[in-house]
Every structure is written in C-alpha cells, then in structure tokens.
C-alpha cells in the first residue's frame, strides 16, 4: 500500500477531480457520486462515458456490475466514505467478483456532506479515541492489492495516471477537505433518458 | 422445488448471463449447477441490497442479469430496487425466495408470509408465485415476457 502523506492533512476537492479529468482516457467509464458529482458536472461538460450516478442507493454496487460487462473498459468510481461505509461489504463483493478494471475513488472528508457535514461514524470526530475508521486499510484487509491513499494533491496529480493504470481492483482513499455548503447534485437530466444514453455510448 | 440443473438451464436458454445472489437454503442449493455452467457467471454479494445494483451495472453494460435471493432480502433492499427499477427504469428480473410459503411447520407464525406479497405489490413488481415444479415453464414464459417488454419483473418461489 503507498501511503503518500500523513491522514490529518486534507485536499481540496476540485484540484483532485481536476486530475481525474485530466488524466482520464476516452474510454474509461467514470461514475460521480454525491459530493463528487456536484462539483464534477461544475468542471465542464459531461464526457459521453461519465454516468452521474443521481439519484443513486449505492455507487459500488453498479461500478460491480459494469466492469463484469466490460472488462475491455477501465470503470472508475468516485465515492465518499459515508457511502462506503453503508456498503463496506461491496470492498469484499468487489475482490470476490474478481474485476481488475474496476478502481474505486473514495474521497474520504470524514462527514456526510450533502445533509450537512454531520461526521461519519468512521470520523475521527465521532470517536472517543479521535482516531477515523482507516478505510484504506478496510480495502486491503478485504483482499484488495493495490490500495492507495493520497492527501496531497500535487501528489495525486503526479501518481493518478500510474494509480489507476495498476493491476486491479485497485483501491484509492483520497484525503479531501468537506465543501462549505456543498449540497446533494441535481440530477443533471431524467435518469432513464441518460442511462439510454450511457448504454448507447458504450456500444459506440 | 427444482433442481440445479432445471434453473442453470432455464436461465441459459432465456440468455441469462450473470446471477447475483445472496443464497437462501434453497436457492443456495442451485449454486453448483450454476458454477457448472459455461455460459453463467455467478456473482455473490454481501447483502441483497447490493444485488440490485450490481444487477443495474451489468444491464448498463450490455449483460442479461438476474438477481436471485430470498424474501427476507427482498425486505433489506427496498431503495435500492426502488433506484434501480423505478428512477432509473432498469428491467431487472429476480428469483425471490418465498420463505415458509409450503413450509409452515419450521417457522411457525413467520411473518414472512404476511409481509412478501404486499411488499412486492407495493414495489409494483410484477410477479408470479411459483408453489409446484411443474411451474417452471411459469418462470420461463414472465422472464420472457419482461424482457420483450423491458419491465422488471420476479418468480416468487415457494419454500
């Protein structure tokens, strides 16, 4: 596991999905969730293989089932450790499911975001011992292999294209600083509609 | 009820591909048959919940998936079939163990027989109840039909 910076130190959201899109191929399927889709959809105009994931129950789950479809497609899936931690199970669904294409984000802010910054159970905040739920260690402790985690953005942006190249599935904890304000992403058109569309990128 | 073989068979010649499942005791003992198949690909999940969403990302991707687990998972994974099916209008057909349904001597009062109809009715998913192994053609002729139709829809498999 590379372990890039110290936990306290956070980054600022934007400049991490800044690099995302940057480094990202044309053919990689990338899935924004919650907070990350907020501001991803704010960064430009949508790529015909992004699948904004609002409403969503679970982003794991999906990215799962997308990578079984397509191992052909690197799947890149943008989460947030309140999410993950309603679904720790899928870290173990994921190993089991054997998919190197899939690599999972997780921007880790220690709170549930969009209702208000209230801490996760995993926060440190939330802790008698202040110390947070080590989720990068969840991954490996599931049997993931390639499991990294980043607090410094010129880091990220110097690594993310070699991390996500990495044999797989490959886990990425991503140390980022809450969004002031930050609220649930609109959805950015009837859902339906856009998973005809995705689908219909994907055959392209 | 059926056999391994029956439901590995049945899901291949309807062009099933993948199945998710959280097993029960009795759709847990199709499992072999289903690894044994060539042309199907189990996925096992952490809970059933989970199930419905992997299912969504394999029909996204081009797959023909079916979610297979038990009543009392039906129960656990209420939004995220709701997500799946009615927001994102995802046809996801399931296999839906009906527990205690022919079986009311193991668990007496279980309530599983109370709540597995309404909750289905009020999912608004299409079903048929299955309580005899000459129905298996039953859960042929509604896979069928909800696919050609592009609904979601479930076998209700009596135990």
């Not at chain 1, 919650?34 to 679970?58: Q, Y």
């Not at chain 1, 079984?68 to 993950?84: E, K, M, N, T, Y």
């Not at chain 2, 289905?120 to 079903?127: H, N, P, R, S």
């Amino acid at each position: 596991m590379s372990d890039s910076a110290a936990m306290s130190a956070r980054m600022p959201l934007v400049p991490v999905l800044e690099t995302l899109r940057r480094v990202r191929r044309d053919d990689e399927i990338v899935i924004p969730t919650m907070g990350s889709a907020r501001e991803w959809m704010k960064l430009g105009p949508p790529h015909a293989r992004d699948f904004i994931l609002v409403p969503s129950a679970m982003g794991h789950g999906t990215s799962i089932g997308l990578a079984l479809a397509r191992p052909d497609l690197r799947v890149i899936v943008c989460s947030g450790d309140g999410s993950l931690l309603m679904n720790l199970g899928s870290l173990a669904s994921i190993v089991a499911a054997t998919v190197p294409n899939l690599v999972v984000l997780v921007f880790d802010n220690g709170v549930y975001e969009v209702t208000g910054q209230q801490p996760t159970a995993g926060a440190g905040e939330a802790r008698t011992s202040g110390r947070p739920a080590d989720l990068a260690a969840i991954a490996r402790a599931c049997g993931f292999e390639s499991v990294h985690r980043f607090a410094d953005a010129s880091d990220w942006g110097a690594r993310a294209r070699e991390v996500l190249d990495a044999g797989g599935p490959t886990f990425v904890s991503l140390e980022v600083e809450a969004v002031a304000g930050g609220v649930a992403p609109n959805s950015p058109g009837p859902a339906p509609a856009r998973a005809e569309q995705f689908m219909a990128a994907l055959r392209r | 009820m059926f056999s391994g073989e029956q439901i590995a068979s049945l899901f291949t010649d309807v062009g099933v591909t993948h199945v998710i499942t959280v097993p029960d005791s009795t759709i847990g003992r199709w499992e072999p048959a289903i690894r044994a198949s060539s042309r199907l690909r189990l996925v096992r999940v952490c809970r059933e919940g989970e199930a419905w969403q992997v299912a969504a990302g394999l029909h996204l991707g081009g797959a023909t998936p079916i979610v297979m687990i038990q009543c009392t998972g039906l129960f656990e994974s209420g939004d995220a079939l709701r997500n799946v099916i009615h927001d994102w209008k995802i046809p996801v057909f399931s296999i839906i163990g009906y527990r205690s349904y022919l079986d009311q001597a193991k668990l007496p009062g279980d309530t599983c027989l109370v709540f597995t109809e309404p909750i289905l009715d009020a999912w608004k998913i299409d079903y048929r109840l299955i309580t005899s192994p000459a129905e298996l053609d039953v859960i042929r002729d509604h896979f069928t039909d909800c696919r050609s139709t592009k609904r979601a829809g479930a076998a209700l498999i009596g135990e």
